[in-house]
């Protein structure tokens, strides 16, 4: 298994806090996802906001088919959220 260093809660800083913080005011907890690109706070961050204007913002797709199809892919990937 393969290991990926990343950088706690308690250890975060300036950007990558940020991050932390609204990931937790969300959703309660810091997701792996986020954790395993911790170690580059801007890009953990533009993902993040990449994220949220696919799947927070309007667009052609309703929430819940949103939702549906973030799922239905988890699943195919063997990764479940």
């Not at 940020?18 to 954790?35: D, F, L, P, Q």
């Not at 706070?41 to 993902?47: D, E, G, K, L």
Request: aromatic residues 6%.
């Amino acid at each position: 298994m393969a290991l990926i260093r990343q950088i706690n809660e308690s250890e975060a800083q300036g950007i990558l806090k940020e991050v932390y913080a609204t990931a937790v005011s969300r959703t309660g907890r810091v997701a792996n996802i986020i954790k395993v690109m911790s170690l580059d706070a801007r890009t953990v961050q533009a993902s993040m906001k990449f994220y949220a204007a696919l799947m927070k913002s309007k667009n052609a797709l309703e929430p819940a088919r949103r939702e549906m199809l973030a799922a239905v892919v988890s699943n195919v990937n063997e990764c479940y959220y």
